[in-house]
């Protein structure tokens, strides 16, 4: 969601912080300013629109100074106007302020501040950190002191960045909860504050990421650490090893085509240190928890929203078909407020690719505090969820995933839960070692197998033609394949726009058959398994209403040319493995269908890559 950059140091602040911010517009968002601090006094910059946008207007009417703080909104108090954009300024002119999340009391609070005289400039909930921070430092007689009784007032998930004008020198950030990451970045003579990783990564490797009420004091030539209460902390730096190389498009027209084919190489990392073929076993280092406390195991809640809850529902096919062990999966959303039955014999395994999903991070919390252990499949290193996991995480070790539309990441999340479902059928007498080898071969064989679906994009342009102007389309699956039939259909209406379902192809005749005719285009999942049959009389059905029939299936197959106007094959593979093959050609079709209706690919309108507010 919204992007956090401040700087303070010797060089001009106001490059620096643009620049980080140029690297986090893959979060979203619809607005964007920079407050710098220049002789005592602030300059504040706003624009709506894209990035560019301020730059132009930077250009007009540049700043000066070597201590600045920039933010990239998504609206969710208030317009897309340049009044609500952050920063936003006490009306002293003291304080100025940028936040991410959502202050859930803000109208309280504001009804106490206009009581006391305080006139407002915008609509956001984020004025009135800034006039309630300029309160309490006043109050107080220092800025930290009130800036920390400002944070004890608010109510809700935040990561907050401040500075005052009769303090320079001196920048202060906070995280409340798990609405917003915050990152000190560590220089020679210089730090940084952000919201991820990437924006600070061509200064620096050295982070340290704050926790639920922590604050950071960050100045040039030192950063220190406290509890929201004052007390000092002794925080450790971290060494991130991302590349920064790794985030730029490397050729690619968007980074959505170079995540699609990345993906031989990012499941060759996820699988890195983590298959034993000569002794078939499965090696999780990452998971804290003993084989002894996972046997005990027998019921898994998934915990995950949007493309990691497609993830989720493959995890369940694999954890049960394999393991043997029952599995409930959960939007975060709903798992938080339906009082989910939880016990000592009950994990919780969350799934997220940012690691800072707000309502995947709520469901984490209420196991934590029902003394459920937690597991999670995440990508982002050092991330929130990551913290919050104390039986261990499983990293997907895909990269920076920069697209809005998620491609790499899902698949590294089936990779990761099928090693978890291979561990856990070991552990539960499931399996024996050479049918292990058999999956472990399988999953070695994968990278070469999503390489070779790659080398040939010319049907999906093709079909990106002709339903360049398609308004509806059905995906149809069964099995561990329903899920993808899920995913495939929310690909496309993320980056098209074109409306699409998901359905179990079982449930086509309970409903969805109403709507095929001849404008109706129909993608049919047929990978020869168990339900093949079943899924070749779902293709004949929606032949024979006049639908258009777009099947995927598994090389080699000829029943289903004669019914299907176009058939895409992919390589053949165990069962279990399946979604993650017929997965790529619907990110190919998604992709190339985007591309061809001439919309925003990478960043499409209304969606934010990290989810941090409710």
Request: glycine residues 8%; charged residues 20%.
């Amino acid at each position: 969601m919204c992007g956090i950059v401040g700087y303070i140091g010797p060089r001009e602040a106001t490059e620096v912080v643009v620049d980080g911010l140029q690297r986090l517009e893959y979060r979203g968002y619809d607005s964007s300013g920079i407050a710098v601090l220049c002789d005592g006094e602030f300059d504040i910059r706003r624009s709506v629109g894209k990035l560019q946008k301020l730059r132009e207007r930077l250009n007009g009417e540049p700043t000066y100074g070597h201590q600045a703080i920039g933010h990239t909104r998504w609206a969710t108090h208030g317009g897309v106007t340049e009044a609500n954009a952050h920063p936003h300024r006490s009306t002293s002119g003291d304080i100025v302020v940028i936040q991410n999340g959502i202050v859930e009391n803000y109208l309280a609070l504001k009804a106490e501040l206009t009581a006391a005289g305080v006139h407002w400039h915008s609509q956001t909930d984020t004025e009135v950190i800034a006039q309630l921070l300029d309160r309490e430092a006043k109050a107080s007689g220092d800025f930290v002191i009130g800036f920390r009784r400002a944070l004890l007032r608010l109510k809700g998930g935040n990561a907050i960045v401040a500075m005052h004008r009769r303090q320079p020198g001196l920048i202060v950030a906070a995280r409340l909860g798990n609405a917003g990451a915050v990152v000190v970045g560590l220089g020679d003579g210089e730090n940084f504050v952000a919201s991820d990783i990437p924006a600070v990564l061509d200064h620096t490797q050295r982070m340290v990421f704050l926790e639920d009420h922590e604050v950071a004091l960050v100045r040039a030539d030192s950063v220190s650490y406290q509890q929201i209460d004052g007390t000092a902390l002794d925080k450790q730096a971290q060494t991130v090893a991302y590349d920064p190389v790794a985030a730029a498009k490397g050729g690619y027209k968007h980074f959505m085509q170079k995540e699609i084919f990345e993906q031989p190489r990012s499941i060759t990392d996820t699988l890195h240190d983590r298959i034993n073929l000569e002794q078939a076993t499965v090696q999780l280092d990452s998971l804290r928890l003993s084989d002894e406390q996972l046997t005990r195991i027998d019921k898994i809640m998934v915990v995950a929203c949007g493309t990691a809850w497609h993830a989720g529902l493959v995890a369940k096919f694999l954890i049960e078909g394999l393991a043997r062990v029952r599995v409930e999966v959960d939007y975060g959303s709903e798992f938080r407020y339906r009082q989910p039955i939880l016990d000592d014999r009950s994990l919780l395994l969350a799934i997220t690719q940012s690691g800072e999903t707000a309502d995947t991070l709520a469901g984490m919390q209420v196991a934590r505090e029902q003394g459920v252990p937690c597991i999670s499949l995440v990508n982002a290193i050092g991330s929130q969820a990551a913290r919050l996991s104390d039986g261990g995480v499983i990293y997907l070790n895909a990269g920076p995933e920069i697209s809005v539309a998620s491609t790499k990441a899902f698949t590294t999340m089936v990779v990761g839960a099928y090693l978890l479902a291979l561990k856990l059928a070991t552990l539960h007498g499931r399996m024996d070692k050479v049918t292990m080898r058999e999956h472990l071969q399988a999953l070695l064989e994968l990278p070469g197998k999503v390489g070779e679906i790659v080398k040939n994009t010319t049907v999906y342009e093709e079909l990106a033609e002709r339903y360049r102007h398609t308004n509806d389309m059905l995906f149809l699956g069964r099995g561990i394949n329903y899920p993808t039939a899920l995913e495939g259909a929310l690909k496309l209406k993320e980056i098209s726009y074109i409306h699409a379902e998901g359905y179990p192809a079982g449930e086509m005749k309970h409903g969805p058959i109403a709507l095929i005719d001849e404008e109706m285009p129909v993608v049919c999942l047929c990978p020869h398994d168990d339900v093949y049959d079943k899924m070749v009389s779902n293709v004949q059905q929606v032949k024979t209403r006049g639908g258009e029939v777009i099947v995927i299936t598994t090389e080699g197959d000829t029943q289903l040319r004669e019914m299907a106007r176009t058939v895409i094959e992919v390589p053949a593979t165990l069962p279990w493995l399946t979604p993650i093959l017929n997965t790529i050609p619907l990110q190919l079709l998604s992709y190339y269908c985007a591309l061809r209706r001439g919309t925003d690919v990478d960043q499409p309108r209304n969606l934010a890559k990290s989810v941090t507010v409710e």
